[in-house]
């Protein structure tokens, strides 16, 4: 045997051990239908994710998965909805972080996100962005922060609500480039895009998955990936660390979460389930053409541990930014 095919030996068994761990454990998660809480509208980002993940579980275990939406309260009903179903695994939650990291900060939401819940398994990442409207006359980081200075008191920025990344990247900015741009807080993206598209709002930083079909559409220009690395759904727009603002850094994981009472071995179940529907090459081609972020798999334990820091830090740009409660 070659040097190349016992490298590609030891590649293959190993692989071909998880690929049969996680199957086997996907099946072994029940022989009972699921119940699938979204804390979001049927339509919305969250409830498009959670029906193509629903479709792949259930061809996986043989079981229906039903999707049930229970949208507001800042994801307290959906949560509530969780927290009093039993603890047996039979009812998870899809949801995006914000829903633990941010939200709980500014909203009075009746739960603990970080005792209440207990985050499973990823399935996507979306990066957020900075645009500006086709009239703003910027086409980078640079250009845009020397047109706000030449326009004092006159322009403003959209978040898609106040006490979310979105509002928090704007404060940042303002803070770290020495900028006065108006908060203006919108009910979700939608709304907020159209004030920017329309020339009425100048900034705004956004979802790329909400943003980058009216950017590919000539609607908006890229400003910056708010992001570690670039997007490969938008490789020549450089990220805004990159243009010298590596603090404004936030993207959102969307993925599986159960109530806390359910046992480690069920939670470490869902989890390998979750990361096989997500591994699954129709899955990954759906959610990464929808504009999302190839995903990173973690255990439970380190989904855990990420979203604590990212409730940490959230909690001190709240402080720091003097982000009303309920605002």
Same mark, same amino acid.
């Given at each position: 045997?070659?040097?190349?095919s016992?490298?590609?030996?030891?590649l293959?068994?190993p692989l071909? $051990?998880l690929a #049969?761990l996680?199957?086997t &454990? *996907?099946?072994?998660w029940?022989?009972?239908? @699921?119940r699938m809480?979204v804390? +979001?509208?049927a339509?919305?980002t969250?409830?498009v994710? $959670?029906?193509i #993940?629903?479709?792949q579980? &259930? *061809?996986?275990?043989?079981?229906p998965v039903? @999707?049930?939406n229970?949208?507001? +309260?800042?994801?307290?009903?959906?949560?509530k909805a969780?927290m009093?179903a039993?603890?047996?695994g039979?009812?998870?939650?899809v949801t995006?972080s914000?829903?633990?990291?941010?939200i709980p900060?500014?909203m009075?939401?009746g739960f603990d996100?970080?005792?209440?819940?207990?985050p499973?398994?990823?399935?996507a990442r979306?990066s957020?962005?900075?645009?500006?409207?086709?009239?703003?006359?910027a086409?980078d980081?640079?250009s845009l922060?020397?047109?706000a200075?030449a326009?004092?008191?006159?322009l403003s920025?959209?978040?898609?609500s106040?006490?979310t990344?979105s509002?928090y990247?704007g404060?940042?900015l303002?803070q770290?480039a020495?900028?006065d741009?108006?908060?203006?807080?919108?009910?979700?993206?939608p709304?907020?895009?159209?004030q920017?598209?329309?020339?009425?709002?100048?900034?705004?930083?956004?979802g790329l998955?909400?943003?980058?079909p009216?950017i590919?559409?000539?609607?908006?220009?890229a400003?910056?990936?708010?992001?570690?690395?670039?997007?490969a759904?938008?490789?020549?727009v450089?990220?805004?660390a990159e243009?010298g603002?590596g603090e404004?850094?936030?993207s959102?994981?969307?993925?599986?979460a159960?109530a806390?009472?359910?046992?480690?071995?069920?939670?470490?179940?869902?989890?390998?389930?979750?990361l096989?529907?997500a591994a699954?090459p129709k899955v990954n081609e759906?959610l990464?053409?929808?504009?999302?972020?190839?995903?990173t798999?973690?255990?439970?334990?380190?989904?855990?541990?990420s979203?604590?820091?990212?409730?940490?830090?959230n909690?001190?740009?709240?402080?720091?930014?003097d982000i009303?409660l309920?605002?």
């Amino acid at each position: 045997m070659t040097n190349a095919s016992m490298i590609r030996t030891r590649l293959i068994r190993p692989l071909a $051990a998880l690929a #049969l761990l996680c199957s086997t &454990a *996907a099946m072994a998660w029940t022989d009972k239908p @699921v119940r699938m809480i979204v804390p +979001a509208p049927a339509g919305g980002t969250m409830d498009v994710v $959670a029906r193509i #993940l629903a479709d792949q579980i &259930a *061809a996986d275990i043989g079981q229906p998965v039903m @999707v049930d939406n229970k949208p507001g +309260a800042g994801g307290a009903i959906a949560v509530k909805a969780l927290m009093a179903a039993p603890a047996d695994g039979q009812t998870i939650m899809v949801t995006a972080s914000n829903i633990l990291t941010e939200i709980p900060h500014v909203m009075k939401t009746g739960f603990d996100p970080l005792k209440d819940v207990r985050p499973v398994a990823t399935v996507a990442r979306a990066s957020m962005v900075l645009v500006v409207g086709p009239t703003v006359p910027a086409n980078d980081l640079k250009s845009l922060i020397s047109y706000a200075k030449a326009n004092p008191g006159k322009l403003s920025f959209a978040s898609y609500s106040a006490g979310t990344s979105s509002h928090y990247a704007g404060m940042i900015l303002n803070q770290k480039a020495g900028l006065d741009l108006q908060h203006v807080p919108f009910p979700g993206s939608p709304p907020a895009l159209v004030q920017v598209m329309g020339g009425h709002i100048a900034v705004m930083f956004d979802g790329l998955v909400t943003s980058l079909p009216n950017i590919k559409g000539g609607k908006l220009k890229a400003i910056g990936v708010a992001a570690k690395t670039r997007s490969a759904h938008l490789p020549d727009v450089p990220t805004l660390a990159e243009q010298g603002y590596g603090e404004l850094d936030f993207s959102n994981w969307v993925g599986t979460a159960v109530a806390s009472g359910v046992s480690p071995a069920m939670v470490e179940k869902i989890n390998a389930a979750t990361l096989k529907a997500a591994a699954a090459p129709k899955v990954n081609e759906r959610l990464v053409a929808a504009g999302f972020e190839p995903n990173t798999s973690m255990s439970s334990a380190q989904l855990a541990q990420s979203v604590k820091a990212d409730f940490d830090r959230n909690a001190t740009i709240v402080k720091t930014f003097d982000i009303q409660l309920n605002q």
